[in-house]
C-alpha cells in the first residue's frame, strides 16, 4: 500500500538515488534548480510516497517570488520510481502537495513541466505570460496554479528564489561520516584502539 508522508532527513539519501534515476544528472542543470540552489524546500511542504518503508516518490516546493512582492511556490522536481509509475503516485503527490499548501496560505504555485500533464492540477501558462526565469527555459512549460483566485493577476517579473538559505556543510564531518560507513565494523574498532 502506498502512502504520503512529509519528508524527513532518513529519506534524503532514498530520495536523491530516486531522482538520480528518474531523471539523471540533468537535472542540476535546468534553470529551475537555479531556485532551488542553496535553498531549503519551502516549511513543511516536502513529501514522499512509500511503499511500505521504501521511498517510491517525491515531491518538494519552494519559496519563490513571482516578480516583485509576490509570493509563490515552485513546485519540483515531481517524480516516481520506475516500477511505480503509471499507478497515480505522481498525481497523487501532485494533489497532496497542492492541498499542504492552499492550506498553509499559500496563494499560487509555479513549475516547469508538461502542460498536457499538469492541466488536470489547474496548471496552465495563461497567468505566466508576463514572468521568466533566471536563465533559458521553454516559455509553454512555465506553468502557473492560483491557489487563491486572483493571485497571480498581473504578475510579471523574474521569478526569484525566496526561501530559507541551505546551512552550509561541515565538510570535514562529512568526509569523516562517509570513511567510517566505507569500512567494515573490524577495521573501525582496530581504528580506534
Request: one cysteine or more; aromatic letters at 6%.
Amino acid at each position: 500500500m502506498i502512502t504520503i508522508r512529509p519528508e524527513t532527513k532518513r529519506d534524503i539519501v532514498a530520495r536523491e538515488a530516486l531522482l538520480d534515476e528518474a531523471l539523471g544528472a540533468a537535472r542540476f542543470a535546468k534553470t529551475a534548480q537555479r531556485l532551488r540552489d542553496g535553498r531549503l524546500p519551502a516549511a513543511q511542504l516536502s513529501f514522499v510516497a512509500c511503499d511500505g518503508c521504501k521511498v517510491v516518490g517525491t515531491v518538494r516546493l519552494w519559496d519563490v517570488s513571482a516578480g516583485p512582492g509576490r509570493p509563490a511556490l515552485l513546485l519540483g522536481p515531481l517524480a516516481v520510481a520506475s516500477r511505480w509509475r503509471d499507478q497515480g503516485i505522481g498525481a497523487a503527490l501532485m494533489r497532496h502537495a497542492l492541498s499542504a499548501a492552499a492550506a498553509r496560505g499559500y496563494a499560487a504555485v509555479l513549475l516547469v513541466g508538461d502542460a498536457t500533464y499538469y492541466a488536470r492540477f489547474g496548471f496552465s501558462a495563461e497567468k505566466t505570460a508576463h514572468l521568466w526565469l533566471p536563465g533559458p527555459h521553454e516559455r509553454h512549460r512555465l506553468l502557473a496554479c492560483e491557489l487563491k483566485p486572483g493571485a497571480l493577476e498581473s504578475a510579471s517579473g523574474l521569478i526569484g528564489a525566496t526561501g530559507r538559505p541551505a546551512p552550509s556543510p561541515d565538510l570535514a564531518a562529512l568526509v569523516t561520516k562517509l570513511a567510517d560507513n566505507d569500512i567494515t565494523p573490524a577495521a573501525r574498532r582496530a581504528r580506534a584502539s
